[in-house]
């Protein structure tokens, strides 16, 4: 009996990637210059501004937050998967609060400057995983995973609370709404230079848990099953949780704290496709990719005004929580 | 002479300083055949089987398996020589049943390697043996308690173990499938598989093993063949309640009694 139909996961996936492609390419074309919507190839051909615009802020925000989706997605779904539960995200172990807190520190502290301050926020991410992974050490009970899940709650308890005293010290005409936007995330002062910065990092990151993928199911079982199939547990999970935390880092530095897409992804890969790593991984990026570029092109277009990015990706994600825990599993076939 | 798979040496183990759970061990498993760890709860038979899975390190003492060190083996080799069913496995993701009995081939995998048609096939014979293939495509949250166990010990299967480590693999079954699970492990046996498993159950470790480690509060322990080691007095001293062994239809049953008077 087939349990399983639908398309084949090879077709589905080339298919995902072929939306994606043609998803950026109208995302590039998509904006408010020379008219709000879709900007015509001959604009480009004959308005100098038209092709400028494209070429300096369209085209590296198109990348950028596909960049985005797929690291954080293929991060969420490898922090899942590692911890064997659903319900954990990227920046768990004490990266999105550092992140925010290394930001919020920046601006109030030492400078409002756009480098400075994502510098200061890929620090503290780092920094939030280091104190998480020393921690998780130092606890003398509980298993592995259930260690660092309570040092990853108290870092980030800790670097909230942080960011609350910034917030509190901030000089609420200028900072504080620059430390909220942030908060909130968004794309809108991505320019190429953070597309060199966050792409290689997250290219690597994204061919290595994808290298690792049938590695990341063996390490979803209990501790004691996966060394008996030949893995270190300890050593194996701290590399694939340690790149997908770098990776994490790098997005957020560049785009604030993104909520939902490591969440969700994951989550709607699974239904899709299959929990099976060797599926769910690269699916999770082309879908994470997906969801985020639709979730920037809502945020810049739906209103007059740009809206966060983090406020659309909570919104979008959110209804699609529901609905994907309402709906009936469809998934391809291997 | 008999063959000798697991051999341990003044082995000790504590999961707390001065708190050991194994005392000064030193036995001899024999090879091809099914060993019971026998004991009540709590005295140490998971950890014994975790010490000979190499996943546990003695504090002191040494475990050979079929004469060489467990440390000298490498990840791969020990993965390919030992494999284990634990008592709950517990699986957050829905795999399906081949997906996850294909898990078991990991061991013959190089670390970046995917499974291929071989190790499919291998899967497939697994889930044969185990008498599951027909829930090949079947997610695993779907399947009962004997089911899963079922699947568990195929996944076991796929690694082509020399030495199947079980841990109390009929504790959530009811009497057909713990019927199932005993012939199985017995026609392992008689295809030259060790297998070690734990119980609580007398009736349960005599009626599927050839050879019993008996292991007692204090670091008491006594090991032999079966029918010579589990006698009343023995089992009385390991489990401290008073315990008869009665014969029906050439069967052998441990009574225990609760009621007084």
């Given at each position: 009996m087939k349990q399983f139909r639908g398309p084949s996961f090879t077709g589905a996936l080339t298919g995902l990637s072929a939306l994606l492609l043609l998803l950026m390419v109208l995302s590039v074309l998509l904006g408010r210059y020379p008219q709000t919507g879709f900007t015509p190839l001959r604009s480009l051909l004959e308005d100098a501004l038209a092709l400028r615009l494209v070429l300096t802020l369209r085209l590296p925000r198109v990348l950028t937050a596909v960049l985005l989706g797929a690291a954080l997605a293929s991060a969420g779904n490898a922090f899942q998967m590692i911890f064997g539960n659903p319900m954990v995200e990227p920046g768990f172990l004490g990266v999105s609060q550092g992140a925010a807190f290394g930001a919020g520190f920046c601006i109030v502290f030492i400078t409002g400057a756009l480098w400075a301050v994502q510098l200061s926020a890929a620090l503290f991410a780092i920094l939030g995983l280091g104190f998480s992974y020393y921690l998780a050490r130092k606890i003398r009970f509980g298993g592995w995973v259930l260690r660092l899940i309570l040092a990853g709650i108290a870092v980030s308890a800790v670097f909230s609370a942080g960011i609350g005293i910034i917030k509190f010290?901030?000089?609420?005409?200028?900072?504080?709404?620059?430390?909220?936007?942030?908060?909130?995330?968004?794309?809108?002062?991505?320019?190429?230079?953070?597309?060199?910065?966050?792409?290689?990092?997250?290219?690597?990151?994204?061919?290595?848990?994808?290298?690792?993928?049938?590695?990341?199911?063996?390490?979803?079982?209990?501790?004691?099953?996966?060394?008996?199939?030949?893995?270190?547990?300890?050593?194996?999970?701290?590399?694939?949780?340690?790149?997908?935390?770098?990776?994490t880092a790098a997005v957020v530095s560049v785009a604030g704290i993104i909520s939902w897409v490591g969440l969700i992804v994951p989550h709607l890969t699974r239904r899709l496709f299959r929990a099976d790593g060797r599926y769910s991984v690269p699916a999770s990026m082309v879908l994470g990719g997906i969801f985020t570029l639709i979730c920037d092109d809502a945020a810049r277009l739906l209103f007059p005004g740009e809206l966060p990015l983090g406020v659309i990706t909570s919104l979008l994600g959110a209804v699609l929580f529901i609905v994907v825990l309402a709906l009936k599993q469809v998934r391809v076939k291997a | 002479m008999k063959m000798v798979c697991y051999t341990l040496k003044g082995v000790?183990?504590?999961?707390?300083?001065?708190?050991?759970?194994?005392?000064?061990?030193?036995?001899?498993?024999?090879?091809?055949?099914?060993?019971?760890?026998?004991?009540?709860?709590?005295?140490?038979?998971?950890?014994?089987?975790?010490?000979?899975?190499?996943?546990?390190?003695?504090?002191?003492?040494?475990?050979?398996?079929?004469?060489?060190?467990?440390?000298?083996?490498?990840?791969?080799?020990?993965?390919k020589a030992v494999s284990l069913v634990p008592q709950n496995e517990h699986i957050s993701f829905d795999y399906s049943v081949l997906e996850y009995v294909l898990l078991g081939r990991t061991p013959y995998l190089r670390p970046l390697a995917l499974p291929g048609d071989e190790d499919v096939a291998v899967a497939r014979e697994a889930l044969e043996t185990a008498g599951i293939a027909h829930l090949e495509h079947k997610p695993v949250h779907e399947l009962s308690g004997g089911e899963a166990q079922m699947m568990l010990l195929a996944r076991s299967l796929a690694q082509q173990p020399r030495v199947i480590l079980m841990d109390e693999p009929t504790s959530h079954l009811d009497l057909a499938n713990k019927g199932k699970v005993f012939d199985l492990v017995r026609s392992l046996s008689f295809r030259g598989v060790s297998v070690l498993l734990t119980s609580h159950e007398p009736d349960e470790a005599f009626a599927v093993s050839d050879f019993t480690i008996l292991i007692g509060k204090g670091g008491l322990v006594m090991a032999g063949d079966t029918p010579e080691v589990m006698s009343a007095e023995n089992l009385q001293r390991i489990y401290g309640v008073p315990i008869r062994v009665e014969k029906v239809n050439g069967h052998t049953h441990f009574i225990w009694y609760q009621c007084k008077g």
């Open positions: 010290a901030a000089d609420p005409m200028t900072q504080l709404p620059e430390i909220t936007f942030w908060l909130l995330g968004g794309l809108h002062s991505v320019q190429w230079r953070d597309v060199y910065y966050a792409a290689p990092i997250v290219v690597a990151a994204c061919t290595i848990l994808v290298l690792l993928r049938w590695r990341i199911n063996v390490l979803s079982l209990s501790e004691e099953t996966a060394y008996s199939l030949g893995t270190r547990p300890g050593t194996e999970r701290f590399l694939v949780l340690t790149i997908a935390a770098v990776a | 000790s183990y504590a999961y707390h300083t001065h708190q050991e759970i194994i005392r000064n061990l030193s036995i001899h498993v024999p090879e091809g055949k099914v060993t019971a760890i026998l004991g009540p709860n709590g005295i140490g038979k998971t950890t014994f089987l975790h010490i000979a899975l190499g996943w546990l390190k003695p504090l002191e003492g040494e475990v050979t398996l079929h004469g060489t060190s467990l440390g000298r083996y490498s990840r791969r080799d020990l993965g």
